[in-house]
């Protein structure tokens, strides 16, 4: 099996996506599969492009995209990607688009091909903290989110995909105030639980893990 | 213009639900349009079939759900509802589903059917906190929004409607730590300035609103 | 009985603050006891001088200096103040002192003189959040509650006195994430229930009002 | 030159103390000074009693204790200890002081006699959140941090000492919500670089870490 594992590249005033430091230091094996490793441009359009090159390139089973979520307390394996950009700041090439559609014939959202409650699981059973999210945002991180799960729908049904975010990592909160953290090595073993947890559940687990809002 | 404007009765053991403490006192007509107030069950499938009799019955022409969001700093209006139910409690009549679908065939998720940047402005234009929310969680909040914009998309296509969550009042966070609220008697002044954005605006306003993760 | 009530002017950026606002509109008479409002400048050394001023001036039988705590989520009445400035940001006439004495000759820390459980207990009997608070901080609010209980310490010993933080109030937040508030008409109304407990109570209760850490 | 360094054991619900479980990972030798690491009993008064025993046995040149701060999210070096115990809950033996001093004739407050500004810039020099804190708040914390330098104001004038407080370690939050946390590695990490910074710093830096509520 091969698993392709994408991260972005550095966005919003910080010199490091923790996302993008965690995933290039995964092992090249993990659970039997092969990892993939690629970065992705934190730019609207050209995200969608790059992931796609990557999948024609590399074939994999499994997509699995990671993003930095600065504030988040722990791992969070997004449920749901919605089809609409809304962006409060700039991309890294100055884009900022406000309530437009990603795909104008997309569905308004996809759910997450992937067993996300067995994800969480296999991460908090190694007992680091991890939890099933409902947004993804209306940035760069849920665009391409939705572009992946767009593909897998039109084009790669074979294929399985989601998201993952991850928390800043102590150097980037040092300046911030109450802005929780994660370790870089706290976040590579918790990616690579998840990544297990997605190769080795055909069909998801029943356990709640929903919000009440 | 007539507006229906429902809330939900307390939940997750509250002895009260700020969203109908709030409703209940809203005027009975908001810039020209009759405002006809009901209650809603907390109850997954109650809660749909509650909301249509009343629509049914008024034949409004924007329908505005209303539920708490305990923990939020601010008045929110949401973006959009997504078709599943995934309960971390149970609800008022001890229903707990975990990943079920709404409607088997409803879409994945729907988009607020009303001009929700507009509604979040003339709330902040009248110095009180409002934003834009991309997840009304899992619970019967979502589950509601969902089936109104459903029953709009299938049924009442010419009658707009979404979803607003209101923090807690004081009363409720005495007892607990670091948890924001607003006061009745704002959360009622932000509800009737959001249903004037909604009543005076047939197209939404360009305007960021969105969230980074 | 004569109940001085002093509030800070804005800082640290913000147009208002929210405690001047409150106690410019407190009822003349609470309790029973005469209510003399006076305004003071959020300047280290001045802070002091004016408010012993005003204690001169008016002979109050109980001192409370009110400042605002941007990001609490409820009205707090602190229990101590430290003998040390450390200013994060400049005060409003450029001093930023950073690890000096208040008063060289002063005790480390002195205890607010006021029945503090009886007070939070009027406000959250009242159905308003209200607790105690461990800290003051280290800038001009801490200055001038170590200044009063200074002076009550050395020059005043007949005289209460103490100080009590309010949150932002909701125009505030608006334009700031997670941040808590409370309506100003909320504030005004702990505010009176807090001065109403310590003009009815000469000892203070018996009440766990403290923190882990 | 010769350090004690002290962690309590688990208390409030939890299973294990990040504090503990961090000081007895410490090296033998930190910056050339030699660690000797001791467990306290989260108990009132035998906190302050195993304490001086350890100092009679091993006249430390400095003494640092460290304690859980659940919800903190950076190490946290306090500042000062204030004459008071005020329990939320009980002890590990049922005690649950309110409101009482804790020696009689003890000061008001004594500030820890360490370089803290020092120690903090240790830490975030080598990319790791630390912060002073203005409060150790009421119970055992508190209560030993006072007892510790009520003991060097009293009988040993020669020795330094002060208080850390440490976040969560991630484990403990898998089942909170939005509670932050810092990995074990990274707690001794940086009690390493704060003790180093304890150790090679007679006098401290002037350097703001103040908090302005």
Redesign the interface.
């Known amino acids: 099996m091969k698993v392709l594992v994408t991260a972005f590249d550095p966005f919003?005033g910080e010199a490091i996506n923790p996302a993008f430091e965690a995933v290039k230091i995964l092992e090249d094996q993990i659970a039997g599969a092969e990892i993939i490793k690629k970065e992705i441009p934190t730019v609207f359009e050209k995200s969608i492009e790059a992931l796609e090159k990557y999948i024609e390139a590399e074939k994999p089973d499994i997509t699995i995209c990671v993003?930095?979520?600065?504030?988040?307390?722990?791992l969070s394996v997004e449920?749901?990607a919605?089809n609409?950009?809304?962006?409060?700041?700039e991309d890294n090439e100055g884009n900022?688009p406000?309530?437009t559609k990603i795909f104008a014939e997309g569905?308004?959202?996809?759910?997450a091909e992937l067993p996300i409650?067995a994800m969480v699981k296999e991460v908090?059973d190694h007992?680091?903290?991890?939890e099933?999210s409902?947004?993804?945002?209306?940035?760069v991180?849920n665009h391409l989110m939705y572009g992946l799960l767009y593909l897998i729908d039109k084009k790669y049904p074979e294929m399985k995909g989601g998201f993952i975010?991850v928390p800043f990592i102590?150097?980037q909160?040092?300046d911030k105030k109450?802005?929780?953290?994660?370790?870089l090595?706290?976040i590579k073993e918790a990616l690579t639980y998840a990544l297990k947890g997605a190769v080795e559940n055909d069909e998801?687990i029943?356990?709640?893990?929903?919000?009440?809002?």
């Open positions: 919003g993003g930095q979520a600065g504030g988040r307390y722990k449920r749901v919605i609409v950009d809304d962006a409060r700041i900022q406000i309530d569905a308004n959202a996809y759910f409650k908090t007992k680091l903290p991890a099933v409902n947004t993804a945002g209306t940035f991180c975010h102590p150097e909160v040092i109450e802005k929780a953290s994660m370790s090595a706290n998801d029943t356990k709640s893990g929903g919000k009440i809002s």
